[in-house]
């Protein structure tokens, strides 16, 4: 089973950058897809972006396209979430998951193992 761990989160004004990373062990990370996710307070848990295995192909949410770039470095089990152009609502706890067979991106019930979550939170 991999684990997963995100890093990165923390408070920027709107318009600023940060970069996320989601640190996996245990098996074999080339093996599973991964997803980014996002909660906000009062809200429910929301799709950001996807990568396959390989890293040839990525997926977003409407809400961040343009502005959000998913990435993997297999060799170093890590996958990253360039964010720029932040806005307030951006503002929420962001969680890596990762899934052997992810059918729909967008449906959590795919993702088999979840990180624990970083917060980030961008000022007005």
């Known amino acids: 089973q991999v684990q997963l761990v995100e890093s990165g989160g923390g408070l920027v004004q709107a318009g600023g950058s940060l970069r996320l990373s989601c640190a996996a062990s245990?098996?074999?990370?080339?093996?599973?897809?991964v997803g980014w996710f996002r909660q906000a307070p009062g809200k429910e848990r929301e799709f950001v972006a996807y990568?396959?295995?390989?890293?040839?192909?990525?997926y977003y949410s409407d809400s961040v396209k343009g502005r959000f770039t998913i990435s993997r470095d297999n060799a170093r089990n890590t996958v990253s979430l360039q964010m720029n152009s932040l806005k307030p609502e951006d503002t929420a706890v962001y969680y890596c998951?990762?899934?052997?067979?992810?059918?729909?991106?967008?449906?959590?019930?795919?993702?088999?193992?979840w990180g624990q979550g970083t917060q980030v939170t961008i000022s007005s």
């Open positions: 245990g098996r074999t990370f080339s093996l599973y897809a």
């Open positions: 990568i396959t295995r390989s890293g040839g192909s990525t």
């Open positions: 998951a990762s899934g052997a067979r992810v059918s729909l991106v967008a449906r959590r019930s795919d993702y088999d193992v």
